[in-house]
């Protein structure tokens, strides 16, 4: 392992302290405060300087990130809120936009994107022949629970122990859905990587439609003037009317911007010999980027985000399990997933935090060689 620069084992770093937590390690702690007050948090920390905030009672998703004291996961100013602050059906179904913080806000499980009614007879259930959801779904405000908070030896006797936090929340209601996610999250030791496993199944006996996204938000100094967004695009199959009206590139970012009107791409990638799908923020001057990288057949599609107002100043990466036209339109085209009793999908997703001019002109450089990527 690499421990602040030495070369050293287990049983090296044991005759050197008697916690291992000194160096890198789990704690679980819960949040004290305003409208974060109650909610149950896990801090990793790795002996490379990788900081990360898993949020339980927020559907494990990713809070705080930070790399040696330096942020790259984005904050709204909203706060980890309280689940129980949340209001599903409030504000016409954008309420979604008071739970928008931090590094990774998941969508699903059984809808994302943008609100709407739709048809629910399979539930059979006469009073209710029709749900409606708000903007991506009801996941985000369901607590999660804690199955697991340990080190665990590495692959080999050689390799670096792992940080891993394991969680379940279940999405479920009387003649409804019966969704669970079950999330894997891993560091290594001396690692500057965030592995994601998510599995859903389906406990009910009812075919349910599941639709899943995720939100993963990036922001200063990672997002800042010159920040190129590197990408292997085929093509770009939609993009929001803001993109034409302002003509800010997708690419090069600016500046924040006064009164900027959010700009979202679909981009269509081109999948890496590998099966993943590649992409990467890196800032202009090359000190620093991070790199994300999926299963292309778990989430084929992908959204780019940019919300570079004044005083939120943020690039969502969002691979998705859909197209962004979402639920009703997936319905029609023939494309939702319906998950029969029993029926599982499985994600593997990978965030890597970049270091020098070394590491991101390497990243380029491989992204590149998948595709190149129009201005």
């Known amino acids: 392992?690499?421990?602040?620069?030495?070369?050293?084992?287990?049983?090296?770093?044991?005759?050197?302290?008697?916690?291992?937590?000194?160096?890198?390690?789990?704690?679980?702690?819960?949040?004290?405060?305003?409208?974060?007050?109650?909610?149950?948090?896990?801090?990793?920390?790795?002996?490379?300087?990788?900081?990360?905030?898993?949020?339980?009672?927020?559907?494990?998703?990713?809070?705080?990130a930070r790399f040696r004291g330096v942020p790259?996961?984005?904050?709204?100013?909203?706060g980890f809120r309280h689940p129980g602050l949340h209001e599903h059906s409030d504000e016409g179904g954008l309420s979604w936009l008071r739970a928008l913080d931090g590094l990774l806000v998941s969508g699903g499980l059984d809808h994302t994107l943008f609100g709407g009614e739709v048809?629910?007879?399979?539930?059979?259930?006469?009073?209710?022949?029709?749900?409606?959801?708000?903007?991506?779904?009801?996941?985000?405000?369901?607590?999660?629970?804690?199955?697991?908070?340990?080190?665990?030896?590495?692959?080999?006797p050689e390799a670096s122990p792992v940080l891993?936090?394991?969680?379940?929340?279940?999405?479920?209601?009387?003649f409804g859905e019966h969704l669970r996610l079950t999330r894997t999250i891993e560091l290594d030791f001396d690692g500057r990587e965030i592995r994601l496993h998510d599995v859903v199944d389906n406990l009910g006996f009812e075919p349910t439609p599941h639709m899943f996204l995720y939100h993963l938000n990036f922001g200063w100094p990672i997002v800042d003037e010159g920040t190129e967004f590197v990408a292997p695009i085929a093509s770009h199959l939609w993009v929001s009317d803001s993109v034409a009206e302002q003509g800010v590139s997708y690419r090069h970012l600016?500046?924040?911007?006064?009164?900027?009107?959010?700009?979202?791409?679909?981009?269509?990638?081109?999948?890496?010999?590998?099966?993943?799908?590649?992409?990467?923020?890196?800032?202009?001057?090359?000190?620093?980027?991070?790199?994300?990288?999926?299963?292309?057949?778990?989430?084929?599609?992908?959204?780019e985000?940019?919300?570079?107002?004044?005083?939120?100043?943020?690039?969502?990466?969002?691979?998705?399990?859909?197209?962004?036209?979402?639920?009703?339109?997936?319905?029609?085209?023939?494309?939702?997933?319906?998950?029969?009793?029993?029926?599982?999908?499985?994600y593997h997703t990978t965030i890597r935090v970049l270091e020098g001019q070394a590491e991101t002109d390497a990243v380029r450089t491989a992204i590149r060689a998948i595709s190149g990527q129009p201005e």
């Not at 891993?164 to 009387?174: D, H, L, M, P, W």
């Open 1 to 64: 392992m690499n421990i602040f620069g030495n070369d050293l084992t287990r049983l090296d770093l044991e005759r050197r302290t008697g916690d291992l937590s000194a160096v890198a390690g789990i704690r679980s702690v819960v949040l004290d405060d305003g409208v974060e007050r109650g909610v149950r948090a896990i801090d990793i920390r790795t002996a490379a300087g990788l900081e990360l905030e898993v949020l339980v009672d927020r559907a494990f998703d990713l809070g705080s």
């Open 119 to 156: 048809e629910a007879t399979k539930y059979a259930y006469p009073p209710k022949q029709s749900v409606t959801h708000g903007l991506h779904g009801r996941l985000t405000a369901i607590p999660a629970r804690l199955l697991e908070a340990r080190e665990v030896p590495g692959a080999t």
């Open 305 to 346: 985000w940019q919300n570079l107002r004044s005083g939120q100043y943020a690039v969502g990466l969002e691979p998705s399990t859909h197209h962004v036209q979402g639920d009703g339109a997936a319905r029609d085209d023939g494309s939702m997933i319906w998950l029969e009793h029993g029926d599982s999908r499985e």
């Open 72 to 78: 790259f996961g984005w904050r709204s100013g909203n």
């Open 254 to 303: 600016p500046a924040p911007i006064q009164g900027f009107v959010e700009q979202v791409t679909e981009h269509e990638l081109v999948v890496g010999p590998d099966g993943r799908h590649r992409v990467a923020l890196l800032r202009g001057d090359g000190a620093a980027g991070v790199e994300l990288s999926w299963d292309a057949a778990g989430m084929p599609h992908f959204f």
């Open 164 to 174: 891993r936090v394991v969680g379940e929340v279940i999405q479920a209601t009387s």
